[in-house]
């Protein structure tokens, strides 16, 4: 089992991919073992985290657990 | 009462009104918007993305939130995501009203939300390739006016 990372917008780009498993614990131990570059993308100011699919306030407190799914939201431009 | 649809497809925004004032005969007045891709500066195509855990539950909010605020007898709301070419309809907001001050104002409302609130990324493609769509400032500003 595992935890997935859905990346949305130009993230997706950045990533390379729109989505992709990782290993579950805190959320600040899945971003050390990604690329810097991307972390950095992810935990800019205007991203925003959802977890199953509701908003997290306060993302430093995320710990994944096996299934679930942490998505990562750019500033939206839709219309 | 309230209809909000996120469409894979395309749709006939004609219809859609056609639909929706007719089930509406009560209303005196039915204000619609229809936004579609714009033709020119090199743009091949549009693609509207979506997380479906989060963009249409925030689109049923946001109408719910329109019809507790102006006195409507309908609102509609339908929304395409996926590759759309120049021209093709992509949101069309129609509301329906006993009296049009509160059609013009819920149907402007619900598109500045839609615009700078709702959960949409958009890239577009010209012979440069694909290129994802910053927010514009433009947009936030509008939605402060509320």
Redesign the interface.
Known sequence: MAARL?F???LE?AAGSGEREVAPGPLAEVLARLDPALAVELLGERVRI?L????VAEPGGVVLADGD?L?F??????? | MRDVRLLETAFDPALEIERFTAGHPQSGGVVSFLGQVREGGGVEALELRHYAPLTLPGMRQLADSVLGRWALDGLLIVHRVGTMAPRDPIVLVAAAARHRRDAFAAADFAMDHLKSESWFWKREKTADGWRWIEPREEDRRDLARW
């Open positions: 859905v949305l917008g130009r780009d959802a199953n699919g509701a908003l799914e998505a939201l750019p500033p939206v431009s839709g219309g």
